[in-house]
């Protein structure tokens, strides 16, 4: 059984930062695409970022990029996301995603199992 256990979120001051990790089990880690999404209060879940099972390719969101670093170390199966410069639009639930293939072919698609997720609270 597949488990994305996330965990790292909080409330923080507009400009500050946080970190989100995802801790992986139940299938080979290191043979598929990670990414993170976010749902805000009302809205529908949006990508956030994504990494190919080796790292060598990375996708953003324009609205992180600058910001948000995604990275990943097969050897714990974890998957992280720092978050820098935060902003009150950033507040959102954040969720790890394991992705169907090693590669992206659309990075706001293609994900077989979710995360619980884990709050984000940007304050201005």
């Known amino acids: 059984q597949v488990q994305l256990v996330e965990s790292g979120g909080g409330l923080v001051q507009a400009g500050g930062s946080l970190r989100l990790s995802c801790a992986a089990s139940?299938?080979?880690?290191?043979?598929?695409?990670m990414g993170w999404f976010r749902q805000a209060p009302g809205k529908e879940r949006d990508f956030v970022a994504a990494i190919t099972w080796n790292g060598g390719n990375i996708y953003y969101a324009d609205s992180v990029k600058g910001r948000f670093t995604i990275s990943r170390d097969n050897a714990k199966n974890m998957v992280d996301l720092q978050m820098n410069s935060l902003k009150p639009e950033d507040t959102a639930v954040y969720y790890c995603?394991?992705?169907?293939?090693?590669?992206?072919?659309?990075?706001?698609?293609?994900?077989?199992?979710w995360g619980k997720g884990t709050l984000v609270t940007v304050s201005s």
């Open positions: 139940g299938r080979t880690f290191s043979s598929y695409a």
């Open positions: 995603a394991s992705y169907a293939s090693s590669v992206i072919v659309h990075a706001g698609y293609g994900v077989a199992y």
